[in-house]
Each structure stands twice: as C-alpha cells, then as structure tokens.
C-alpha cells in the first residue's frame, strides 16, 4: 500500500492539534498591555507544545521519506501515536492555566512519554515491513535516542512533585534532542543515492 | 474521474473530527489527579470514539486502494458517509457527559448505524461503477461484514434502554470486526499483482 | 503553475467549513430525548448547510478537473469563494438558533447569494486563462445556471421578510440545481477523450 | 527530500487559521439588522486578517513553485512562520473585540511583524538550499520588498499608540504591496521556461 495517505491524513491531524492549541488562549477583556500578563503562562504552553508538535511533524516527514510502503499494522501505529498527540491541546491548557503546577506537569509528561512509546512502536512497526537490511532500519540502527527519550521522560514525570523547574528542564532537553531530526535519515538517504 | 481528491477531501474531514472530539474534554480548574475524575467519563467516550473514526478512516483508505476512478453518485455518497460521522463528536460528547446514560447511548448507537449504511452505500456505488468483475466487488462480496455491522448497531440501539453495557459490548463488537480492515481488500490486491 | 495546491488548500478550508458546523450544535444538559427537541432547528440548519457547503465541493471538484492551470488572479477568485463560504457557519448558526427568523433567513441568504457570485467569478476566470475554446469554456457555455442561482437567491432574500417557506424553498431549488454538478463537465471531458 | 509533505502541511495549517478566526464572531441573540452591529467590528477585523492569511498562502504557494526541495533548516523556518501566522487568530479576535484600541492594534501589528521576518526567513534559508543562482534567488533579489514590509510594519506598531487609522493604514500598505504576489516569481518561472 502507498504511504501518500498515511502522510495526508497525518499532516491533518498534525496542522489540526497545534492550531486549535491557540483556541486555548482566552482573548483579554482589558484593552492594555498589563491584560495579556495573565496570559502568558498559558502562552509559554502553547509555545512549547507548538514546539513539541513542529518536532513530531518534523520527525515523522523524515521517518516516511526513508520508507517506501506501509501495511495495516503501520496505519494502526500511525493513529496510536496521532492520539497521544491529539491530547496534547488538553494537557497544554490544564498545564498552562494553572500555571505549571506539579501534577498537571507531570500529566504533560505521561503524554509526552506515551507520544514517545508511540513513536517508536511505529519506527518498529516499519522496520519489520522493510526488513532489518533496509535504509529505515540503518538509519534507526537500535533507537537509542527513541529508548533515551521515554527514559528522560519517565524520569521528568517522577521529578515533576519534586522539582517542576527540573522536569520542565528534562522535557525541554528531549525536544532538544529531537530538534535536527534530519542527520540518521539523510545521512543514509545520501548514503543510499551515493551507492 | 481521479479519485485524488476524494481521498483528500475525505482525509481532511475525518482529521477534523477525529481532532474536535477532544475540545469536548473540558479543562478541570483543581489542580489535584482527582480533579480528572469529572473528565473520566468524557475521555472514555473519547478513546472509544478516536478509534471508531480510526477504524472508519483505516476501511476507507483500504477501499479507496482497490478502486481506480470515482464519479458522481461515489462523491455524494462519500459526502454522506461524512455527514454521519461528522455527528459523532455530538454524540460522543453528549454520550460522555451524561455518564452513559440510556438514550445517549441510544442515539450514539443511531449515529454509528447511519453511519455504517452510509459506508455500505459507498460501497456499493464503488462496486456499481467498476463492474461486478472488479478487484472491488471480488474484494467486498457480498459484503457479510457490512451488513452483519448494521444488523448488530440495531440491536445495541434497541438494547440500550434494557443494559447499557449490553449495547456498549455490541457497539465494541463492531469495531473489533472491523479493527484489521486489509485482509479482504490486501488479498484481492495481491492475487491481482500475481496474476 | 500547478492547480494541485489550489485544490488542496481548498479541501482544507472547505473540510474545516463543514466539520466546525457541527461545533454549534449544543450538547443537551437532560439525558431525555426531548431534551434533543431544542437542538432541531439547529439541527436542520446544520443539514441544509452540509449539503450546500458539500455541493460546492462537489461542483469546484468537478470544475477544476476540467482545467490544466492556475495563475494568481485565479488564485485570488478562489480565495474569495473561500471567504464567503467561511460564513455559512455563522449564518447557519444565527439562523438555527432564532428558529428560522426573516432576518438572519435572509442574512442566510446573502451569504448564499454571494458565495454564488464568486463561484461565478472563479468560473470566469478559469475560462479567461484556457481560452473560449478550452474545455471549461465549453462545459459551462454562458454559464446560465451560475446567473439563474444569483436571480433566485436574491429573489429568496428579497422574500425572506415576507414568507421564510418560499425563501428557504428557493434557496433549496437552487441546492437542487447544482445536486448533480457533472453533466456538463462530464460530458465534455468524455466528447474530448473521445474526439 | 520533497516538498510535497512541507506544502501540505502548510497548506493544512494555514487552512484551519482562515477558518477558526470565524468561530470569533459571535452569533448574536436577537434576530433584527440591528443586533448583527455589534459583531461589525469583529467582522472587519476578521475580513482584514483573511486577506492577509489569503496573501501569505497565495505568496507561499508562489515561492514554493520556484524550489525544488527541502531540508531540515527550511523545515523550522516554515514551522516558525505558521507559528506566528497561529497568533493571528487571537490577535484578531483581541483587536476586534476591543474596537481597534490602540494596544491591540500594536499587538496585531508585532504579529504582522513577526510573520514577516519568520517569511524573510524562509526565503533566505530556500536561497541558501538552492544557490545564489537558483531560480529562486534571482526571483528575490535582494527581496527588498520582504525588508522594506518588516520596516513598515515596525513604524506601524510605534505610530498605533499615536494614531490608530495610520497604524492601520500602513498595516494595508503591506498587504496591497503583497496582493499581487506572482509577478517576481513568474517572471522568472517563464524566463526559465523559455532559456
């Protein structure tokens, strides 16, 4: 089966969840500058989600153009990692609105946690349909970075009673990681070309 | 006609929907895990109803493989294939605040049953338009599945003023039939790739 | 340039006009069926605008698959059309919930009147890029039921103050005129394959 | 890689925040001429912010026609550009709601100005993909209207505090600069044609 629709009706659901994240921020009554103060919790929410998405989006686009076809079982990983991602907007906004307090952070953490098992469940889901000798399966190699990011997480999620600033500063450091998503994906897409 | 934009215009609405649903989960003001217990029950509606639109999107992204062109009445009844599951947010969410009342449930129970007639009719006019002959109709039958899938919406709906968790099994039942959608439809595509 | 990026972006918009309608439609607080009662109006505003916002779709579907390109003033026209269809769920939703009254019935039909108007101006400047002899020219001739639905709705406007039955009636005929969009482009990209 | 993905997820996103800004206008209660006044200043403000998302997606499409590919860098900087475009909505909603106040007014335009940059981005960041003799970098030039937007727009924001209708007036000078946006990129797609 083609991927092009898989593609398509992830892009949707993707440019769905990170704008209907801004419905989230209440437009003020107050006509000054001071009004949007109380906003800004929920603005630097939607900032880091806006983020969070832009990186999967990113990621998933380069994880697609390494492979060729997709079969049932991908469609089904497809829409597994898609609903973690469409709780994000609620995690985001309970988060924001209270103004990062522990246990909505550590809610953001669990569905960022269960957006990455997702992820890699999908990785492995394609693997298998190409066969550990393919360009998505070299380019994976073991997922190291995919296993370290759901560890980060579940450590930022145990920390966030403990420490907020810790584990915004643990959810942070996986975006980071994630941020150049390109390197393992061109890299063997070149490395294929070049042969 | 291509059938490109079909598939499209289909992908977009069924994103919508599948992502409006969770704007019905209403953000709690505590701050504690308990204050998601309010939202239990909406989330549950929502689970359920993410994976029907899923298990819709998955069929008709395999149906739509099998087919080569589209015309007018394959449009129309696409647009009303559309139209019933656009009311699942509505039903989901009335579903889910009330707890799972009977007549929610009912009416929840009517939605996926219109819209499984609607998806049967899709069919149909696919099968009309490529000839008894086609990968299609081979691939459908007489299409036992669609017509079972009705026959047992009706008897939740009916059911779900003796036992809610009756017509909610049944409704399950439904979608666990249709859970892995390719069987049919991949193996008419590769008996027709080996012939 | 290319129409594929005019009809995506199309889709998208036209998907997300007819998916938001439904957000409109109030969950009922009581769990009896004649709490349903008051969403009707509603209800039935929300269909007759689906199959309106669904017959535009159909009929740009069918209207640009008789074309080869775009350039920006077509860009620009579609655009336009964009817009006034982007206020059918505000008209829909004012006309819903004041129970069909003269004035947002006519309002309804302003909307409608110049969402016709820019379907005709894309028609015509798709027709001015291919030329008087280019098959979209020839499909849709003087365009006379593009001018009749403009004549009819701001008939139905007009009488929207008067009688709400005959405007909602007259603003229906012309649904009914464009129900089946593809006789005329149909039959002209079968006479140019077959010529 | 491609640039299909990158247009369609744009495309998408841009779709829904020319769609959403409509859930910003209030339906209003009563049923006469009069009670549609209220919403006239949130009408205007959304007419103004659909033309300019109009104008960003008409010079998007454009300046996509002129590359070839992608990479990760161009990736971010489009990301960065719908983030602000996503601002539009809730500056829009903010400034209408206030009857053009000059904070607003300012806010709205920081976001302008803000996109503007994000786009000057973009299009330097396809310049370097492509090389300084690409079809695209001969088609910006220096891109003195890209800068000369950015400077606008800045002494627009100042002068909103002094004076509201210059503000906006400067606001619409940009945007009719940017109305007719092929011809750059045309020019240089038919002269490429034609070499």
């Known amino acids: 089966m083609h991927k092009a629709r898989l593609e398509a ?6 440019a769905i969840i990170i704008t209907i994240m801004v419905l989230e921020l209440k437009v003020p009554h107050g006509v000054a500058l001071d009004d949007l103060l109380p906003v800004a919790p929920a603005f630097a929410s939607y900032v880091m989600s806006f983020v969070f998405v832009g990186i999967y989006w990113n990621n998933h686009h380069h994880m697609l153009q390494a492979v060729q076809h ?12 898609l609903f973690w991602l469409s709780l994000i907007p609620f995690a985001t906004a ?8 522990p246990t909505p ?4 953490g669990v569905v960022d946690l269960c957006a ?17 000798d393919s360009t998505i399966a070299r ?6 970075k995919g296993r370290l990011s759901v560890v980060i997480y579940a450590v930022g999620v145990a920390l966030s009673f403990v420490s907020v600033p810790v584990a ?14 390109d390197r393992r994906v061109e890299r063997m897409l070149k490395a ?4």
Do not use: K, Q
């Open 9 to 14: 009706f992830s892009d949707g659901v993707i």
């Open 70 to 81: 997709v079969d049932g079982r991908v469609l089904w990983a497809n829409v597994h990692l």
């Open 94 to 101: 309970w988060m924001g609105e209270n103004h990062f307090a």
């Open 105 to 108: 952070v550590a809610l953001y």
């Open 116 to 132: 990455g098992v997702a992820y890699f469940i999908l990785a492995r889901s394609l693997v298998r349909l190409h066969g550990s």
């Open 139 to 144: 380019a994976l190699g073991a997922d190291r």
């Open 168 to 181: 915004m500063a643990l959810y942070i450091t996986v975006s980071v990681i994630w941020l150049v998503p």
């Open 192 to 195: 294929h070309a070049g042969s």
